[in-house]
Each structure stands twice: as C-alpha cells, then as structure tokens.
C-alpha cells in the first residue's frame, strides 16, 4: 500500500517550520494547503500575485475572481495581501520565500528537476518553476513514485530541465528522499510510506540510492 494524495501532502507539511514563506506548486502540492500543523504560522505565497492565501473553499463558496498560480480558487486569510505578479516575482527572486514544494515529471539522482515539459506536448505556459527553484530557500518535489510504469526518480534525467541540482527532498506515494545537491551526489532513502517495503521501492526506482534508516 502506498500513500494517498492527500497523505502525501500532510507529508510535505511537515517540513514547514514556524514563520516560513512558502510557495506551493500546482497538482499534489496544492493540497498541502489543508495540512498545515497546528501551531505553525506560514504565509502561502502565489506567483499571481498573493501572500497570505487559506485553505481550498467549501463548495458553493468559491469566489471565481480569487484563484492561485494554478487557477484553482482559494480563500483569504485576515492578513492576506494582494500585488502584482511582478512584485511576486521579486518576492521569489530576491531569495524571500523558504520553501518551495513543487511536483515533479523526473528527479536525478543529483537533484536535477524537470516538471515543465514534455516534448511535443502543448505547454499553455511555463509558470515560475524556474525561478522558485533557483531563488527559493529549500526545494521540496512532491510527486508520484512512477508514471506509466516507469520511475520518475532516475539517474539522470532525460526531459528538459527546470533546474540543475535545485531539489532537496523528494517525497513520492512510496517514500522520502534526501538529495544531495553540494559535493558528491548522494540519494538517501529515508523514510518509506505506510505498507512500502524496501524490496518495493527498490523495485520501482531507477536511480541508485542508499537507505539511511532501519528499514523494514
């Protein structure tokens, strides 16, 4: 058994700390948004143009005007502000957002990411993966272990990069991986999802990696 969706993102949640900026990708990510631990103070920032953004809306009370990067709608919170995308941008690009939690199409072992394109395919517009993971703080990937059958976590990645040696942590419906993206390059397991066993997630990731915990 792996972990859901939603599971995945009450996961990512716990690697938001007390007083974070934080910018949240399109997909999985987004969910992270209704996961956020008691007790934790953060500010959801969106490229569009927001700081301060809440959790998804009941149904009925979606507000069509008031919507994330992703054109999903949301809510506001008392402190939310409002700017332009241009100002969002600067927020991100002058290094004033911690973490960024984004999904991912390949990760390499080095933490090379790409999430942006598949060639061939339609692209309706890049959005600000570029420059969340090359001017945020720490890079979460938060994505599925494997898609069509094949690893998403590969020695190397074969689709166009978003950026070189940028992702951190790699949580998938399988497990969690640490990157190394100074030195060396290193993939650490370190945790697996509920009912995950190392003989699974071995069996479903291309990349090479070593197990930094007593696994099961």
């Known amino acids: ?33 209704n996961y956020i631990p008691a007790g934790i103070d953060v500010r959801l920032q969106s490229e569009n143009g927001m700081l301060g953004m809440g959790p998804f809306p009941y149904q009925d009370e979606e507000d069509a005007d008031l ?21 969002s941008f600067a ?8 973490l960024s939690i984004l999904g991912g199409m390949q990760v390499a072992t080095n933490g090379d990411l790409a999430n942006w394109t598949i060639p061939g395919k339609m692209v309706k517009g890049m959005g600000g993966a570029m420059d969340l993971v090359a001017g945020v703080k720490r890079v979460v990937v938060l994505m599925e272990h494997a898609a069509k059958g094949e690893s998403k976590i590969v020695p190397e990645c074969t689709l166009p990069l978003t950026g070189k040696r940028v992702a951190n942590l790699i949580i998938t419906d399988l497990g969690v991986f640490e990157c190394e993206v100074a030195g060396d390059p290193q993939l650490r397991l370190i945790e697996l999802a509920d009912g995950v066993t190392l003989k699974e997630i071995a069996e479903k990731t291309a990349s090479p990696y070593t197990v930094a915990f007593a696994g099961k």
């Open 1 to 33: 058994m792996a972990w859901t969706r939603d599971q995945m993102a009450a996961r990512a949640a716990n690697e938001l700390q007390d007083g974070f900026y934080v910018n949240l990708g399109i997909g999985i990510p987004t969910l992270v948004a």
């Open 91 to 98: 927020m991100i690009r002058g290094g004033h957002i911690d």
């Open 67 to 87: 919507i994330n990067a992703g054109k999903q709608t949301v809510t506001t919170l008392p402190e939310t502000s409002f700017f332009s995308s241009a100002d």
